[in-house]
């Protein structure tokens, strides 16, 4: 098998474990969801064509679709590239911020009791 065949084949097989096996890192650690969880099951809902369900658990999975696009698009602008992540960013943040104020415990943005510092802190 070529090099070229192991690296793609690498990148099918972190694909399928991160559609499928997921889990935040961010949310694992401290309980509280990061500005891009719910993205993996807002996929999910758009792949089913039901739109609604998918905007209710991440509004922003498909300019996060348009932007890689465009990046991929002008991979060879580093200044328009930089300008769309610089974009990017900011609309994750505050994106994240809205959705902290307005359902954080609530679904989708649900604390998670599984977490290590809720069990550390269940444990002192």
Same mark, same amino acid.
């Given at each position: 098998? &070529?090099?070229?065949?192991? =690296?793609?084949? $690498?990148?099918? #097989? !972190?694909?399928?474990?991160? !559609? +499928?096996?997921? =889990?935040? /890192? @961010?949310?694992?650690?401290?309980?509280?969801?990061?500005? $891009?969880?719910?993205? &993996? &099951?807002?996929?999910?809902?758009?792949?089913?064509?039901?739109?609604?369900?998918? +905007?209710?658990?991440?509004?922003?999975?498909? /300019? &996060?679709? !348009?932007?890689?696009?465009? %990046?991929?698009? @002008?991979? =060879?602008?580093?200044?328009?590239?930089?300008?769309?992540?610089?974009?990017? %960013?900011?609309?994750?943040?505050?994106?994240?911020?809205?959705?902290?104020?307005?359902?954080?415990?609530?679904?989708?943005? #649900?604390?998670? =009791?599984?977490?290590?510092?809720?069990?550390? @802190?269940?444990? #002192?």
């Amino acid at each position: 098998m &070529t090099s070229q065949k192991i =690296k793609k084949l $690498g990148i099918v #097989v !972190l694909l399928f474990l991160l !559609l +499928f096996f997921y =889990k935040c /890192p @961010f949310q694992t650690i401290t309980g509280i969801p990061c500005p $891009g969880c719910n993205m &993996t &099951t807002s996929l999910y809902y758009l792949l089913h064509t039901d739109i609604k369900r998918s +905007f209710y658990y991440h509004a922003l999975l498909i /300019p &996060t679709m !348009l932007i890689f696009l465009a %990046c991929v698009y @002008f991979r =060879k602008n580093e200044k328009i590239i930089k300008i769309l992540l610089i974009i990017w %960013c900011i609309l994750m943040i505050a994106y994240y911020i809205y959705r902290m104020i307005m359902y954080f415990p609530n679904s989708p943005m #649900v604390y998670d =009791k599984n977490s290590l510092i809720y069990f550390i @802190f269940r444990h #002192v």
